[in-house]
């Protein structure tokens, strides 16, 4: 952590100077890891102690249901569809709700980012523009009223400070169109994360919205490449079925993907290393086991810093420029 907290700080000098003239710069390795949907409050509390353990900071992308009750799911209208609609459900109860708000706002405390997946998790791949404003003004009210929609008292302080802060967003099922992009351009996301790319990439930023691609690594024995993302390990492993007596094996091909990409990158362009997960279980929990072991593995190293998005974002954004900070 300590390691962690002097990347950040000086992430902005380019470099140290000395009696004897400006030392060799060095590059930050970045390892960005995130989690789709974040639901199940299990699941949370396992991954804020991860995030303690390791001293990782993790970007949340929240589907804005799972703050709805059975009662109060018809405050959700999504587009083309009838109110309290939902591919992915919602919270089974009002306690429920209460505990993930909980979970929502000590994760923010605590560094990590809160950041859009929309509501209903719908794929938008055929929505308009104004389909998606309608999708994210959701999300925004949502977020920002969970409190006085399910009637659990005010607000947090910094509850609203939080639902601000939202920057980036990463469309369902990875589903994109540039009728999605104008949108987010125009309600002022400043990040996109749902695309892919055949190699670990630095942020693009087109037309004021930047795009940080989940990178495709090569994964198994054949090495072959896939999405950095426990759900697709979870359909090549096992066809999307559970098998939990071969949960070894996964998790351990999960772990040697993740690891081997990072020595690639660490030893070579220190391009940022980037996994997505759920807050599903898969395989008897192989991915989130490979996921703790590679975090305990790589985050305490010298120049690594494991952050959101949302401060990667930050940190390349400085007069360090757009191949990341160096010091």
């Not at 991860?50 to 703050?67: D, I, P, Q, V």
């Not at 309290?84 to 709700?97: C, Y």
């Not at 590679?294 to 949302?310: M, T």
Request: glycine fraction near 8%; aromatic fraction near 12%; include cysteine.
């Amino acid at each position: 952590m300590l390691r962690l907290l002097l990347s950040l700080a000086l992430c902005c000098v380019p470099f140290a100077v000395s009696a004897s003239g400006p030392r060799q710069s060095v590059e930050i390795q970045y390892v960005l890891i995130s989690f789709d949907g974040a639901h199940d409050n299990q699941q949370w509390e396992r991954a804020l102690a991860m995030a303690e353990k390791s001293g990782a900071r993790f970007t949340f992308f929240l589907s804005c249901t799972f703050l709805l009750s059975p009662e109060t799911k018809d405050s959700y209208v999504p587009p083309h569809r009838s109110p309290g609609t939902s591919n992915v459900g919602f919270a089974k109860s009002r306690e429920e709700v209460a505990e993930r708000l909980d979970h929502i706002i000590t994760a923010y405390r605590r560094g990590n980012e809160i950041a859009g997946h929309g509501c209903g998790h719908f794929d938008g791949k055929d929505w308009s523009a104004a389909d998606w404003g309608e999708e994210f003004d959701s999300f925004a009210r949502i977020l920002r009223g969970a409190h006085a929609i399910n009637d659990l008292g005010p607000a947090p302080a910094d509850w609203a400070r939080m639902a601000d802060s939202v920057s980036g967003f990463r469309a369902p099922y990875l589903s994109t169109s540039h009728a999605l992009f104008s949108a987010e351009r125009a309600k002022g996301y400043r990040y996109d994360a749902s695309t892919v790319s055949r190699d670990p990439a630095r942020r693009e930023t087109r037309e004021g919205l930047a795009f940080m691609p989940l990178p495709m690594i090569p994964e198994g024995p054949a090495g072959r490449r896939i999405i950095a993302m426990d759900y697709n390990w979870y359909v090549r492993h096992s066809a999307g079925l559970e098998r939990r007596s071969q949960a070894a094996e996964f998790e351990e091909r999960a772990y040697s993907a993740l690891i081997s990409e990072f020595e690639r990158q660490y030893g070579g362009e220190r391009r940022p290393v980037q996994a997505g997960f759920h807050f599903t279980l898969m395989n008897g929990g192989a991915y989130w086991n490979a996921l703790e072991r590679f975090l305990a593995q790589v985050c305490d190293r010298d120049n690594v810093a494991c952050i959101p998005i949302a401060k990667y974002m930050a940190a390349t954004s400085s007069p360090c420029g757009e191949e990341g900070c160096r010091f």
